[in-house]
């Protein structure tokens, strides 16, 4: 695990979009599978996308199937989760993790136990 800080967050319309960044120094994310989670007020944090260069795998929670999506800027050794058609519900400060293990247990399991300030993300309805 290797300490990241999510930017970008803000507050936006129902419908529309947003894109968070996700920093890296010190390590290239190549070597990395990338995870954004959320935690919404009273509720659990839960992982919303977990995605690895190396071998192509990549982990969806059903509520953003379709709607976000990961992307990376290796220039600047940035990552990017793009969410569109954001909903009330997608609320939540969010956050990015950046670790060597299977998407599937990073987005799952989320075996962290310090997660930084995070981005604050709100969509009005």
């Known amino acids: 695990e290797v300490q990241l800080q999510a930017s970008g967050g803000g507050l936006v319309q129902a419908g529309g979009s947003l894109r968070l960044s996700c920093a890296a120094s010190g390590f290239t994310f190549d070597d990395y599978a990338i995870g954004w989670f959320r935690q919404a007020p009273g509720k659990e944090r839960e992982g919303v996308l977990c995605a690895s260069s190396s071998d192509g795998s990549t982990y969806y929670a059903d509520s953003v199937k379709g709607r976000f999506t990961i992307s990376r800027d290796n220039a600047k050794n940035t990552v990017y989760l793009q969410m569109n058609s954001l909903k009330p519900e997608d609320t939540a400060v969010y956050y990015c993790?950046?670790?060597?293990?299977?998407?599937?247990?990073?987005?799952?399991?989320?075996?962290?136990?310090?997660w930084g300030q995070g981005t604050q993300v709100t969509v009005s309805s």
């Open positions: 993790k950046a670790d060597q293990i299977t998407v599937a247990t990073m987005c799952r399991f989320m075996p962290y136990d310090y």
